[in-house]
């Protein structure tokens, strides 16, 4: 897949299965060693905007950073933005796509509990040594079919 492509499958997922994306909102994809995608609401800094930034290395599709603005949170729209973006994982080729999961959800569950809820399942703690509990950071995937 090359670059045009990879945009065009973004925008595709996002528009057929994440109900607040627009056309004019930003999806660039880079192809160097480890391709990725970013998306943005805006080109502004991302901050408490709707955004994700995936890579891929190997059959594994990495979830760097994807957040929901604040005001869109607790509405279902979560489920749908990791739907639109395992899925273009699946078209790029991925077997599996991992990210680190950590703090809590509006609901006071855990990111990592969150996580489980959409299939994902623990992978190892991101931080060694550290003890087990609602913040406990955790590396977590779920397996593409």
């Given at each position: 897949?090359?670059?045009?492509?990879?945009?065009?499958?973004?925008?595709?997922?996002?528009?057929?299965?994440?109900?607040?994306?627009?056309?004019?909102?930003?999806?660039?994809?880079?192809?160097?060693?480890?391709?990725?995608?970013?998306?943005?609401?805006?080109?502004?800094?991302?901050?408490?905007?709707?955004?994700?930034?995936?890579?891929?290395?190997?059959?594994?599709?990495?979830?760097?950073?994807?957040?929901?603005?604040?005001?869109?949170?607790?509405?279902?729209?979560?489920?749908?933005?990791?739907?639109?973006?395992?899925?273009?994982?699946?078209?790029?080729?991925?077997?599996?796509?991992?990210?680190?999961?950590?703090?809590?959800?509006?609901?006071?569950?855990?990111?990592?509990?969150?996580?489980?809820?959409?299939?994902?399942?623990?992978?190892?703690?991101?931080?060694?040594?550290v003890e087990d509990?609602k913040d406990t950071?955790?590396?977590?995937?779920?397996?593409?079919?």
């Amino acid at each position: 897949m090359n670059k045009e492509e990879l945009e065009a499958c973004a925008k595709r997922h996002l528009r057929q299965e994440f109900p607040l994306y627009r056309e004019e909102h930003v999806v660039r994809a880079h192809m160097g060693e480890e391709p990725t995608i970013a998306y943005r609401t805006t080109s502004e800094i991302h901050y408490e905007t709707t955004c994700f930034d995936i890579e891929f290395i190997g059959d594994i599709c990495y979830i760097l950073h994807i957040e929901i603005e604040p005001k869109e949170r607790g509405k279902g729209n979560g489920r749908k933005f990791y739907s639109a973006v395992e899925n273009i994982a699946r078209d790029y080729g991925s077997g599996r796509i991992r990210t680190t999961a950590s703090g809590t959800m509006p609901d006071g569950r855990s990111k990592t509990e969150y996580m489980e809820s959409m299939g994902y399942s623990r992978v190892e703690k991101a931080v060694k040594g550290v003890e087990d509990g609602k913040d406990t950071a955790w590396i977590v995937q779920k397996i593409l079919n």
